[in-house]
């Protein structure tokens, strides 16, 4: 392929990308009339207003504040959980290891729209309705798999002759894990944690289902309250979603670097 036709299917991507949210920030700072008649093209007028009655606000920072708590934790207990488990299954042999491996990753065919029932009910039971562990937990469960799969496909690249040696000199498989794997997998680290924080930020089923209160409402619930509320003001509601994705869109850039590094680890070997 000539980097000619490379370069302008990139261009073209991009441009499928970048439109809409390019639409989505210019239509907030659009009045209402401008945006029917231009949903495209620059505000005739800018109204700054619409982004800064929305920050002064307590329901946007109420939003925020909730997704936030749930995304972290989230993020937390998955790259914890997943990184210790995807060492044992790379360091330590074990009868059915094997097995388990696959049976793990068995959880990347099922979404958790098909569990959706018995989650709940199992969730009504255990008391964590409107409760943010409601939603935490059956998150980082459903992220496992594929946290694990992507932990244990970096930590296989790391030098065998590095735990061999911390062996040697001593060194036991928790402090190995900790003061050698850990620091070597930042960039895997930074992988995981944007790839599990932007699922949890976006995530609407699940909140849905486990917050009745709407104190508790994440970005995605209050998003469709607001909608509602102001149905007719969709310049006010393009504002209002700008702001809801900048987090995840600014972590997103800030972890760039090493969210590349820790995709392409391992597909080839040098």
Known sequence: MSPVVRYAALFLVAGLVLIPLVATVLGGFKTLGDLRVNPFGFPAQWEWRNYWDILGGSRY????????????????????????????????????????????????????????????????DLGLLDNYWGVVLPQVAFGLASSILLFRNYFKQLPAELFEAALIDGCGYFRFFWHIVLPLSRPILATVAVIVFVHSWNSYLLPLVVFNRETLYTWPLGIMAY?????TDWN?????????????????????????????SGSVKG
């Open 61 to 124: 920072w109420q939003l925020m504040g909730n997704s936030a708590v749930i995304a972290v934790l989230t993020v937390i207990l998955t790259v914890m959980v997943s990184a210790m488990a995807a060492f044992v299954f790379v360091h330590i042999q074990f009868f059915g290891s094997a097995f388990l491996i696959n049976y793990l990753l068995l959880g990347l065919m099922f979404p958790a729209a098909t569990a959706i029932l018995p989650l709940f009910i199992q969730i009504r």
């Open 227 to 231: 909608q509602g509320e102001f149905s």
């Open 236 to 264: 006010l509601v393009l504002a209002f979603i700008t702001l809801t994705i900048l987090p995840a869109v600014i972590m997103f850039f800030a972890a760039q670097k090493h969210i590349v590094a820790g995709l392409t």
